[in-house]
């Protein structure tokens, strides 16, 4: 079973940027499809981005088109999420997740379609 560390995240202010990074250690990252979800205090789990092996258009959901950037660098095995003007509602507890399977564009979104998930890390947006 692949095991997903995270780092980055923290605390920034309003306008922001903060970069989060994922390995899938001892797995090649080129053996998944990726995407980070977030989860604020008291709110269900939601999709931010994803991105998949074998394409090279990502997904996004609305609330972050534009502010974010997920990608993939193969030769150092991570995955990222560039985020950008930060604002409040971003704030939340982001967690990388990974499936060995081949997603279809319309599934890339649901959290029922991977079954691997990083520990977490909290992003904090705020003056």
């Known amino acids: 079973q692949v095991q997903l560390v995270q780092s980055g995240g923290g605390s920034v202010q309003p ?20 995407a980070w979800f977030r989860q604020a205090p008291g709110k269900e789990r939601e999709f931010v981005a994803a991105t998949r092996r074998n394409s090279n258009l990502p997904k996004y959901a609305d609330s972050v088109k534009g502010r974010f950037t997920i990608s993939r660098d193969n030769a150092k095995n991570t995955v990222y999420l560039q985020m950008n003007s930060l ?30 998930w990083g520990q977490g890390t909290q992003v904090t947006v705020s003056s």
């Open 15 to 34: 306008g922001g940027s903060l970069r989060l990074s994922c390995v899938p250690s001892g797995r090649t990252l080129s053996n998944y499809d990726m």
């Open 87 to 116: 604002r409040s509602e971003d704030s939340a507890v982001y967690y990388c997740a990974a499936t060995a399977s081949y997603l279809i564009l319309s599934s890339m979104a649901r959290a029922s379609q991977y079954n691997t």
